[in-house]
Structures are given as structure tokens and as C-alpha cells.
């Protein structure tokens, strides 16, 4: 993995996308790419507040135009991102939100949705893969129960 984490941003989901891309990045030491995209070319005044926002020791700020999932995983093929990383505004399909799930089929990287009400901590030392009670633990610090 060298490409970037791509954190898809849109103002509303963003929050918990940001801080997992923010540590995706930090512990794989891979750039990090925020990417905002607008449906309109018209939207010159928000592509300024987007970039002034933004805190200055972000790797990388995009601000593209056109259809959101059509730039996010047109993106993330260019720059071969490592990551996408993406807020879910809430059930729009069975289980993620009509954009998440278009970039999760399509993408050639690995995406993660980060719904809204996650609580999302701050890095924290990862824990060693293995298996423990049942639980397997992944370098990511999440944690999957296995069924027997």
C-alpha cells in the first residue's frame, strides 16, 4: 500500500470519515487526500470556504465537479488510492447509503463507510492480529467475532 486515503467529504457525514481517514493514514504512513465533489459548476463560492476550511497540515485538498460516486472512484483508480474512506448519511439501500454503496461495488481499493453515529476514538495503539476468545483482531484495531 503507498497510494493515498481518499476521504470523500461533504460537510454533512463527514465528521467520522475524517477521523478514521485521519488514522488510516497515520498508522500506514500514506498521504491523505480530502475530496469534496459538487454537482455544479456554478459553485465557485463554496470551493473557496471549502479550501479555506480545511486545516493547513492535510496532505492534499480536491474539490472536483460531477457525480459523486463517478469521481470518487474515477479518483481513487488515477492516484491507485490504498483507502476510500466515506461518511453514510443513513439507509437510502439495504444497508448503505446510495453513494457509499456504489463507490463500495465499483472501487478498486478497499472502502470504508463510517456511519454518523459512530463514535470514532482516536488512534490508539493497534492490537496484534490473533485470535482471542473468539475475536479476531485485525492490525486495524477493530474487532470481528467468529461464529462456530
Known amino acids: ?5 481518499i476521504c470523500g467529504v461533504d460537510g454533512t457525514s463527514a465528521l467520522g470519515a475524517v477521523e478514521v481517514a485521519r488514522d488510516l493514514a497515520e498508522r500506514y504512513e500514506l498521504p491523505l487526500m480530502y475530496v469534496h465533489v459538487l454537482d455544479r459548476e456554478d459553485d465557485a463560492e463554496t470551493d473557496e470556504e471549502l479550501r479555506e476550511a480545511t486545516p493547513p497540515n492535510h496532505t492534499e485538498v480536491v474539490i472536483v465537479h460531477g457525480h459523486p460516486a463517478d469521481r470518487l472512484v474515477t479518483l481513487a483508480r488515477e492516484r491507485r488510492a490504498s483507502f476510500v474512506v466515506l461518511g453514510n448519511h443513513g439507509p437510502r439501500s439495504s444497508l448503505l447509503g446510495s453513494i457509499s454503496a456504489d463507490v463500495a461495488r465499483r472501487a478498486t481499493c478497499p472502502v470504508v463507510v463510517v456511519p454518523t453515529t459512530a463514535g470514532v ?5 493497534a492490537p496484534e492480529p490473533g485470535v482471542e476468545g473468539g475475536i479476531v483482531r485485525f492490525p486495524l484495531g477493530h474487532a470481528v467475532r467468529t461464529v462456530a
Open 1 to 5: 500500500m503507498k497510494g493515498p486515503v
Open 121 to 125: 476514538p482516536r488512534a490508539q495503539p
